[in-house]
């Protein structure tokens, strides 16, 4: 469960994110739509304090980030509450898939090597992907970057995934491979997706926020965002 309370962020002058205000269900998936330069990213970065929010409060199961009192200690906690898949995959180039995946659980999670090789193995069988666990990611097609992106993001069992763009570096016809995955995932896990792709919203939300200049315009049910627009 989330609850983001009167966030508000501001770069200089400019203010991004204006009083948002949503709360998400556990399992929901929630698509931001929105023209660029919106506020989108920057709510996503704000989510899992990439971003520390100059005013407001977010919860995330049970861990609470209020911008009058935060501490280093509970900041790094709460990012272990998110894993965020990104549009240029952000793959570590000079380490092998099965290693992209394997060591943030033993850096972030202190798992034993051993162990952390083998989940990230079933993690890259999930995805199709296990035969490659031994390549370097330049090896892989954009599309295969991006499954491995996703599987890293699993590995880690966060409370919520935030996809921000995660088809939009892609050629078109990989573009199918990583919604498809994306489709399957949110399933069984809270997810929120900044995407352009609007029949995949469609498919894929169970409810649509719309952000304009850093507000959010419209919040609701898939289908009562996008059948009347
Ligand atoms: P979107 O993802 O909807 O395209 P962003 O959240 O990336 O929008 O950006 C919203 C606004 O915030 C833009 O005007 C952008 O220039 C500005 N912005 C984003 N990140 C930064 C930053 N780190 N420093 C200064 N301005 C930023
Ligand atoms: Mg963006």
Redesign the pocket.
């Known amino acids: 469960m989330i609850e983001i309370k009167n966030l508000n962020k501001s770069?200089?002058n400019?203010k991004?994110?204006k009083n948002i205000n949503l709360n998400i269900k556990r399992n929901e998936t929630i698509a931001i739509i929105?023209?660029?330069?919106?506020?989108?990213?920057?709510?996503?970065?704000c989510l899992n304090l990439l971003?520390i929010p100059d005013h407001g409060e977010v919860r995330i199961d049970d861990s609470y980030f209020n911008s009058h009192h935060s501490h280093k200690e509970d900041t790094l906690k709460f990012r272990q509450k998110t894993a965020m898949v990104f549009q240029g995959f952000h793959l570590f180039q000079n380490k092998k898939v099965i290693d992209n995946i394997a060591l943030p659980l033993m850096v972030v999670q202190k798992m034993k090597k051993d162990k952390a090789l083998k989940y990230a193995e079933e993690f890259l069988d999930m995805v199709g992907l296990k035969e490659k666990r031994h390549v370097m990611p330049q090896q892989l097609s954009g599309g295969q970057q991006q499954r491995v992106a996703i599987a890293r993001a699993l590995a880690l069992n966060p409370s919520v995934i935030l996809f921000?763009?995660p088809t939009s570096a892609l050629d078109s016809e990989l573009v199918g491979e990583v919604l498809d995955l994306i489709k399957k995932v949110s399933i069984h896990t809270t997810s929120v997706i900044?995407t352009h792709e609007i029949e995949f919203a469609r498919d894929v939300a169970d409810r649509i926020v719309f952000?304009d200049e850093?507000q959010i315009i419209e919040v609701g049910k898939t289908k009562d965002i996008l059948d009347h627009s």
Do not use: A, H, Q
């Not at 330069?37 to 996503?44: E, R």
């Open positions: 770069f200089g400019n991004v994110l929105g023209p660029s330069g919106s506020g989108k990213s920057t709510l996503l970065r971003e921000d763009e900044v952000i850093g």
